[in-house]
């Protein structure tokens, strides 16, 4: 119990810190959201306009920078973070509901499966090391992984998109489709899928192979693992309750990070495939000088990722209970 405690107090204080300086950050940087917008109309506005957009941005020069760090503390609590600059006159809010959808279902499901199947082949391949499987698969894949995300997108894309015909490689769905719960719009987000998830998980997957399997064969030569052999137990639980169990900890923290930066999508690979996910309207924001949306996708971003961090080191603690006494 206190090792959570421990754990829970840290989270908080890094949360706060990642609260303050999300706050600070875009107050240092130069111009103002609402000058911005104004500039891309002809003619000028009243004063009186200029700092009603400026109170909707969050950059009410008339408060005390005081005052706006409680009103923004106020605003992140009850989950209002303003208005887009760039869609206007749509809510920050809307739009991030609405991309974490796809990018949990698109990046989300990807980076699970690659862990999946890293793992397993990972441990397999160091059970069997010298074998057809441990021959093959982590040198492909490994090589695949250094591949950048953008290039391998364009290929696909050139192949089975333009060349062939197969499948369709640009936006989540087809506008000509109605969205809502029927076979014929799940099929459709499917097909959009494929090329991208494809990309995100064969440049991904040879990380958790080759970790995985290094690790497990280091972990192999562990005396507990021989008095397991000794005593004759046999091999699958060998591999997977005494081997695979403390070899996969060092992965954990790895994947939960994986698992915070999820909010932040596969950026290049959702601004290749135009898929308006998380990471495509981060990148909108910084082309569009979008302010309120920047700064909340940063700070979502951040969230997940400690978010899980927090709940890696409570499993790792659960799996592992010597770091408790560590922590």
């Not at 894309?157 to 489709?177: A, E, Q, R």
Request: charged share 10%.
């Amino acid at each position: 119990m206190r090792f959570v405690l421990r754990r829970l107090g840290f989270f908080l204080l890094t949360l706060w810190a990642a609260l303050t300086l999300n706050f600070a950050l875009p107050r240092l940087m130069p111009g103002n959201p609402a000058v911005a917008m104004i500039a891309k109309f002809k003619g000028g506005v009243s004063p009186q306009a200029l700092h009603t957009l400026e109170v909707q941005f969050g950059v009410n020069t008339r408060h005390s920078v005081i005052s706006q760090y409680f009103s923004y503390l106020k605003d992140v609590a009850t989950g209002n973070f303003g208005t887009s600059l760039s869609e206007y006159p749509a809510s920050v809010g809307h739009i991030i509901m609405q991309a974490i959808f796809w990018t949990l279902g698109l990046v989300g499901l990807t980076t699970v499966l690659a862990f999946i199947f890293g793992t397993l082949i990972g441990i397999v391949g160091a059970w069997r090391r010298g074998g057809v499987l441990d021959s093959v698969m982590p040198p492909v894949f490994v090589i695949t992984s250094v591949v950048p995300y953008f290039w391998l997108g364009l290929v696909l894309i050139l192949i089975f998109g333009v060349k062939l015909h197969w499948l369709p490689y640009i936006n989540s769905y087809s506008y000509t489709d109605t969205p809502g719960f029927t076979l014929s719009f799940i099929w459709d987000v499917i097909q959009h899928a494929i090329l991208p998830a494809f990309t995100l998980l064969i440049t991904t997957i040879g990380t958790w192979i080759l970790t995985m399997r290094n690790t497990m064969i280091t972990t192999l030569a562990d005396d507990y693992v021989r008095m397991a052999r000794a005593k004759g137990l046999s091999s699958r639980r060998i591999m997977f309750d005494y081997a695979a169990r403390n070899a996969i900890l060092p992965n954990l923290t790895g994947f939960a990070m994986s698992l915070g930066f999820v909010l932040g999508g596969a950026i290049l690979v959702e601004y290749v495939f135009n898929y308006q996910g998380v990471g495509f309207w981060l990148l909108a924001a910084v082309n569009n000088d979008d302010y309120p949306l920047m700064q909340a996708l940063f700070l979502l971003i951040t969230v997940a990722v400690l978010v899980a961090i927090l709940l890696s080191d409570i499993a790792t603690a659960i799996l592992d209970p010597r770091t408790r006494d560590a922590g």
